[in-house]
């Protein structure tokens, strides 16, 4: 699915008018446009037979971890080429831009998300580039490091991010993923680094979730 021409500008004023501002707990000072409990996410639905669930909208436990992992340890990403693999809301972007990330590669397969990514980068004076792809069949990008947040929670994508991650730690690239343990998770290919309290799904399901190096 594309956004381009009216349905493009239909999505950016959707998100600016229904999405709240609202302050993130875990990157001070920082403020995304996030679903709140009159966002009507179903009525952008209804403009749009595509759309796809909407997690753009929401900030995520693994997301999170990373954002805590980064304002603890930020020379993981400075001065370093950084991928966010499933961008979402934008919220791993912006922690690793804070962090001091040479340059931010923000990638997601939904259109919606790639517009989310880019109002709350530019809110919150963010420079990245973003891309709209399935990742999983791209080459291996020209990055240093990956960080993954919370993009297991389905078996076939768990597979095939699995196998792109695979592609690109035989490339040597450095991959962090934040998760707070979703079922399909792949537990024998992490080592876990630190683990965070965070809550998951917009602040709403209190939890633990983990950083983990993705490994052989
Ligand atoms: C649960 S959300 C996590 C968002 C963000 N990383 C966070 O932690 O808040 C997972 C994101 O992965 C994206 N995604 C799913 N499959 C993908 C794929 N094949 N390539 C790129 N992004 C994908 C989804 O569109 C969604 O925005």
Redesign the pocket.
């Known amino acids: 699915m594309d956004l381009t021409g009216a349905a493009l500008s239909e999505a950016e004023v959707y998100i600016q008018t229904h999405l709240p501002l609202t302050e993130v707990d875990d990157l001070p000072g920082a403020r995304m446009h996030l679903a709140g409990p009159r966002s009507g996410l179903s009525r952008l639905q209804r403009l749009n037979p595509h759309f796809?669930m909407p997690?753009?909208a929401h900030?995520?436990g693994?997301?999170?971890a990373l954002v805590r992992f980064l304002a603890e340890r930020p020379e993981a990403v400075a001065g370093r080429r950084v991928m966010?693999?499933?961008?979402?809301?934008g919220?791993?972007s912006i922690a690793a831009a804070r962090a001091g990330a040479a340059s931010i590669l923000a990638?997601?397969?939904?259109p919606y998300?790639v517009v989310a990514t880019r109002l709350n980068a530019a809110l919150n004076g963010v420079a990245l580039t973003i891309l709209q792809?399935?990742?999983?069949g791209e080459p291996v990008p020209g990055v240093d490091i990956i960080l993954v947040?919370?993009?297991f929670?389905e078996l076939g994508?768990a597979e095939?991010?699995t196998a792109f991650l695979d592609r690109c730690l035989e490339a040597r690239l450095e991959i962090l993923v934040?998760d707070p343990g979703r079922e399909f998770l792949p537990r024998d290919r992490l080592g876990l680094i630190s683990d965070y309290e965070v809550a998951d799904f917009g602040g709403r399901i209190p939890g633990v979730a983990g950083v983990f190096r993705f490994q052989r």
Do not use: C
């Open positions: 796809m997690y753009w900030l995520w693994g997301g999170r966010d693999l499933g961008s979402g809301s919220l791993v990638v997601d397969v939904d998300a792809a399935d990742i999983t947040g919370d993009v929670y994508l095939q991010m934040g």
